[in-house]
């Protein structure tokens, strides 16, 4: 089973940050958190991980809370093409595979 | 673009037919994972293998079956194909059999009729 939650579905206006939220109490020491996105019948993306401290990339930033029981995945500038299904998932970065994947937050980015 | 090429890109098959997807991983990528996605949900890991062995599998039966080639390529074969098997069938590489992010292909859409 998944170890995270995230809300089903949200909207954003283009040009906005966009700010996905996630839950994982359950998360273990060892355990990262990575971000996926997936547009429409493609393939995942990936987007960002990390451990405890905040992460940027050209992407996006991650803010992840000091008891790690939860994170956000910030969009600074959205745009129509950031609209996806954002996956959050929590894994061992000692794991030998498999990703496990919940549901997503479909992101829509209104114009 | 990742890098990552998956073929065929669509696929009908016949309930009770075999079938064989491929993979090409990214150039240095020496792990090839799959996973299926039935519509509407995340993906779910079937297998990986890293360095030609299998090396972690997800709570698929052994129709589903694979192999890694000695420059990395992969195959996914289905025997005894189910009108549930009807999914969008991914591959993902990554450097190193451990916790490295893993790049996505686009996939292949399969229909079991």
């Known amino acids: 089973d998944a170890k995270t939650t995230q809300p089903p579905s949200m909207d954003c206006a283009e040009g906005r940050a966009a700010n996905l939220p996630c839950n994982h109490s359950t998360i273990s020491g060892n355990e990262y958190v990575y971000w996926y996105r997936q547009i429409h019948s493609q393939g995942p993306q990936y987007i960002i991980h990390g451990l405890k401290n905040n992460e940027t990339n050209e992407m996006a930033s991650l803010i992840i809370t000091e008891d790690r029981k939860s994170s956000t995945l910030i969009l600074p500038h959205a745009t129509l093409r950031d609209t996806a299904v954002y996956y959050c998932?929590?894994?061992?970065?000692?794991?030998?595979?498999?990703?496990?994947w919940g549901a997503g937050t479909k992101l829509i980015i209104k114009p | 673009e990742t890098g990552v090429t998956q073929s065929p890109t669509h696929l009908i098959k016949t309930r009770g037919q075999q079938v064989t997807l491929r993979c090409s991983s990214q150039?240095?990528?020496?792990?090839v994972s799959w996973y299926q996605q039935a519509l509407g949900q995340g993906p779910q890991f079937i297998f990986q293998y890293y360095r030609e062995e299998e090396n972690g599998r997800g709570n698929f039966p052994p129709r589903f079956s694979g192999l890694q080639f000695p420059n990395y390529s992969s195959e996914l074969n289905v025997n005894a194909l189910e009108l549930d098997d009807s999914a969008l069938y991914l591959c993902?590489?990554?450097?190193?059999?451990?916790?490295?992010?893993?790049?996505f292909g686009p996939g292949t859409r399969l229909t079991v009729t």
């Open positions: 998932i929590v894994r061992e970065m000692d794991s030998n595979y498999q990703l496990i």
């Open positions: 150039s240095g990528h020496n792990t």
């Open positions: 993902a590489s990554s450097l190193g059999g451990r916790g490295r992010e893993q790049y």
